[in-house]
């Protein structure tokens, strides 16, 4: 270790160390006293972001041999993943405790599928990436899982495993049979590799699918959508939310270190690819989500549709395309945040307001709570002034400044239908009758960052230049090769 530069990894450092000093605390901990390992995991992405701030660079620095890459765009997303971790853990507090979940497992898997997700973001090679997913998915499978007691937990857990074990093969196929046309693993590597004469091109072509394919289920578009409705349903609402949210931006970080870092080169034949998936998923995602009588299993199908919508950035193959799904992206888990957040909030112990009629009459029961949800869904159905207004906006500019003018049509047009899901639970919210009346009871601290986690909606739906340019600069600051 004599010589190494530990500062490009020093946030994964700070979580991994943080993550097997709670798993000791939490031994010598009781039931009573288990806020004592919440508030170090608290403690700990505090702290984490803070070590992240003082080793922003403009420069790309890369360590471990160039397996990871330190730079503006993954001290950016490592940030927003801090940030969407710790809102979860104190949107679902009281949702834990009532269900027994609120103990050393949860945070601890929390912590480590966290790592997995920073791994993502800051990997320069296939091995490095291959490995943080997989981290962040057997952390996100035993999560899942946890309620052992709860048979839908167990099959949505069963299902997530089978079918992410299915995915992840077909990556590391697809990784080695890149390997096998280039020669190499890394990212810098395999990007000069294809300007070169000597790969084999009908080797990359079938590596590329299967990575494509690989990437494609772990966004969960369209067709490797199976397992988003059934893990979306079936495990505790907190995880959901925990899977909804910054995974979301560590799969982004993932494809754009793999599409525009190491297969620019080849975006001839992955544009094809992404295209089709953009399509089935902005169609089908808003298609079916019609039909669903579950707020969960409706979120679901809007992830699907949403993920889709992102993919429309990332095929036109140049740095607006790619800044616009970022921003995409980090509104849509900021969004996700705030809709689950008010799930949360409503459920207690022995039920689960996941269902449409729970939100009927929710003015009458508390305007505030229904008008921070009705935030959210306008943004999801990117009706302005919200931001989610703006993400779609610029998602369809950059395709139709590529000539993708009958691509953003259909994005158009399946936002339009898509909005009547959205609108239905404003409907139930303002004019039906409450069939659940019991008072909407809080922690304080979820209240308040709740409340501004959904006027943030607005806020930067008003004034968006300044997430847009601190994505731009993250981008254009960023390595590639």
Not at 399 to 426: D, K, T
Request: with cysteine.
């Amino acid at each position: 270790m004599t010589g190494i530069d530990l500062s490009p990894a020093l946030p994964e450092i700070v979580v991994l160390t943080a993550a097997s000093i709670i798993l000791i605390v939490d031994l010598f901990v009781s039931d009573a006293r288990r806020y004592v390992t919440y508030w170090l995991t608290q403690l700990t992405l505090l702290i984490a972001t803070c070590v992240t701030l003082t080793t922003l660079r403009l420069t790309a620095v890369k360590g471990f041999h160039n397996l990871v890459v330190d730079d503006m765009l993954a001290d950016f997303l490592r940030i927003a993943c801090f940030v969407s971790v710790s809102l979860m853990l104190f949107y679902s507090r009281s949702y834990l405790q009532a269900r027994g979940l609120f103990r050393g497992e949860t945070f601890v898997l929390t912590l480590f599928a966290l790592l997995g997700m920073q791994v993502m973001i800051t990997g320069n090679n296939f091995l490095s990436l291959y490995l943080g997913l997989e981290l962040l998915s057997l952390s996100s499978y035993a999560l899942v899982a946890l309620q052992r007691d709860q048979n839908r937990a167990s099959e949505a857990a069963m299902k997530y495993f089978v079918l992410g074990a299915l995915a992840s093969g077909m990556l590391l196929y697809g990784m080695s049979m890149i390997y096998g046309a280039t020669g190499t693993l890394d990212v810098d590597l395999v990007a000069s590799a294809l300007h070169g004469a000597n790969v084999n091109r009908t080797l990359l072509i079938f590596g590329l699918v299967f990575v494509v394919s690989g990437v494609a289920f772990k966004l969960g578009v369209v067709p490797y959508h199976m397992w988003v409705p059934d893990v979306y349903d079936g495990a505790p609402t907190a995880f959901t939310l925990l899977i909804g949210s910054a995974p979301e931006i560590a799969g982004f970080a993932l494809t754009l270190r793999l599409l525009s870092g190491a297969l620019q080169g080849a975006y001839v034949d992955w544009q094809g690819m992404l295209i089709v998936l953009s399509i089935l998923s902005v169609v089908l995602g808003n298609l079916i989500a019609i039909a669903q009588t579950s707020v969960k299993r409706m979120l679901a199908y809007s992830a699907i549709a949403n993920m889709g919508y992102m993919l429309m950035g990332f095929l036109t193959a140049n740095r607006y395309g790619f800044s616009a799904a970022m921003f995409y992206v980090v509104t849509y888990v900021l969004t996700t945040l705030a809709s689950f957040g008010v799930v949360l909030l409503l459920s207690r112990a022995g039920f689960e307001s996941d269902r449409l009629e729970d939100f009927k009459g929710l003015n009458q029961r508390s305007p505030w709570w229904a008008f921070i949800m009705l935030l959210t869904m306008f943004s999801l159905a990117g009706i302005p002034p919200t931001v989610g207004f703006y993400a779609k906006f610029m998602v369809f500019e950059a395709a139709v400044n590529e000539g993708f003018v009958w691509l953003a049509v259909i994005g158009v047009l399946a936002s339009l239908y898509g909005a009547f899901y959205y609108l239905r639970i404003v409907k139930l919210m303002y004019f039906d009758d409450p069939v659940e009346t019991a008072p909407v009871v809080a922690r304080g601290d979820a209240q308040l960052l709740l409340s501004v986690n959904g006027l943030a909606l607005l806020v930067l739906g008003i004034l968006p230049q300044q997430l847009i340019g601190l994505c731009a600069i993250a981008l254009t600051q960023s390595h590639f090769p």
